[in-house]
Structures are given as structure tokens and as C-alpha cells.
């Protein structure tokens, strides 16, 4: 039985910093991380395949998915649990840092779109069509809880990406992606989520 489709799931993190906003995918890839080296290297990997092997590979380059059962040391999990603990969170930098966040159902309709239609040795940009500041996310959290988050600032690390915002447009045109979900209804839903799950010691 022939393979249909093979879809890799790859990052933002293999743009970098010094690319144009939006990003798109025929940007250079600039990785400041190991992690977005090791995305760009297997993408490539997988492009080769299909060049030499006919093996029919597709790539998404998913921007910052959050939601519920998202892992316990992601970001948005750890903000809105200490705010339903009442605890500080820490904040990297100066919070005016931007991101593209993508929920998880608009991922996953990605990922299915990409394993049904998506062009053998292309990549797609899969993120949530809005450019948001980790400030603008810590409200959002506070009027979700009713509360505001309790924040310590530190300074940023090396190998985070300052901005991200994705260009969407390849992915709209060739799957029929369009992100349906904004940031404040997926951060709603992921706060509903954490609230109803038990903490285990």
C-alpha cells in the first residue's frame, strides 16, 4: 500500500529574527535555537525524500499552539495555573515580545487538511492570524480569571524569537485553512479546562 501523505510537523522557531513580517514560508530560515535548527535540518530531510525518493512529504510550520492538555511547562499552562494558585508568574523580558498563537483545534484541522490535500515538498505556515504581546496575553489571563497575574520580571533568554506572525495565505489557498478560534476564546477554553483538572502532588 503506497503512502498518501507524509506530514512533518515543524516550527516557527526555524524563521528567526531578521525576517519581515509576516512571515512566509519562502522567507530564509535564520534559527536562533537549537530547537529551530533541528526543526529546519529534519524539514529539509524530509524535502529531500521527495526530491530523490518521490516520498510524498509535506511540512507545517505551526506558530505557538496552546490549548487544553497543553503540557504543563508551556507557557500559557503555567500563567494560568498560577493564577488560579495565586502565585507570580515569571515574565522574560519586557513582555512587549510578540507572538502568532495558534489553538489547538485550528493545528489539528490543519494537520489533517495537510494529510489529505497538502502538495508533496511544500511547508505551510499554520498560526492564529493575530500578532499578540506577552503583555496582551497576561491581561487577557487576568480578565479570564478575574484577576490580575501577579508577574516577576526577568531578563529575556537567549535563542527566543523577539516577534512571530504568520502569513497564512499558501496554506489558505492549498488547504483551505482559516484559523476560526481568536485568543481570547482559546484562552477561555484553556482556562476552563485547567480549572476542572485535579493538581496531582
Same mark, same amino acid.
Given at each position: 500500500r503506497s503512502l498518501h501523505r507524509f506530514v512533518y510537523a515543524s516550527s516557527s522557531s526555524l524563521y528567526g529574527d531578521n525576517v519581515s513580517m509576516p512571515m512566509r514560508e519562502d522567507a530564509l530560515p535564520q534559527p536562533v535555537s537549537p530547537y529551530g535548527v533541528t526543526k529546519l535540518a529534519a524539514?529539509? !530531510?524530509?524535502?529531500?525524500?521527495?526530491?530523490?525518493? *518521490?516520498?510524498? *512529504?509535506t511540512a507545517l510550520r505551526y506558530f505557538t499552539v496552546y490549548g487544553p492538555r497543553q503540557r504543563p511547562d508551556m507557557a500559557f499552562h503555567r500563567f494560568i495555573r498560577a493564577s488560579l494558585d495565586?502565585?507570580?508568574?515569571? !515574565?522574560?523580558?519586557?513582555?512587549?515580545q510578540t507572538r502568532d498563537f495558534t489553538y489547538v483545534a485550528d493545528a489539528v484541522s490543519a494537520t489533517i487538511a495537510a494529510g489529505e490535500r497538502g502538495v508533496p515538498g511544500r511547508a505551510y505556515n499554520v498560526g492564529g492570524g493575530s500578532r499578540v504581546s506577552m503583555n496582551r496575553v497576561i491581561e487577557i489571563i487576568g480578565d479570564v480569571a478575574g484577576r490580575p497575574l501577579k508577574v516577576r520580571c526577568e531578563p529575556a533568554q537567549k535563542g527566543d524569537m523577539r516577534d512571530t506572525y504568520a502569513d497564512t495565505s499558501l496554506a489558505r489557498s492549498d488547504l483551505g485553512f482559516t484559523p476560526s478560534v481568536t485568543l481570547e476564546q482559546g484562552i477561555e477554553a484553556e482556562y476552563r479546562w485547567l480549572s476542572s483538572v485535579p493538581i496531582r502532588a
Open positions: 524539514e529539509q !530531510l524530509g524535502y529531500l525524500y521527495f526530491v530523490n525518493h *518521490a516520498l510524498p *512529504a495565586g502565585t507570580p508568574i515569571t !515574565l522574560y523580558g519586557d513582555g512587549e
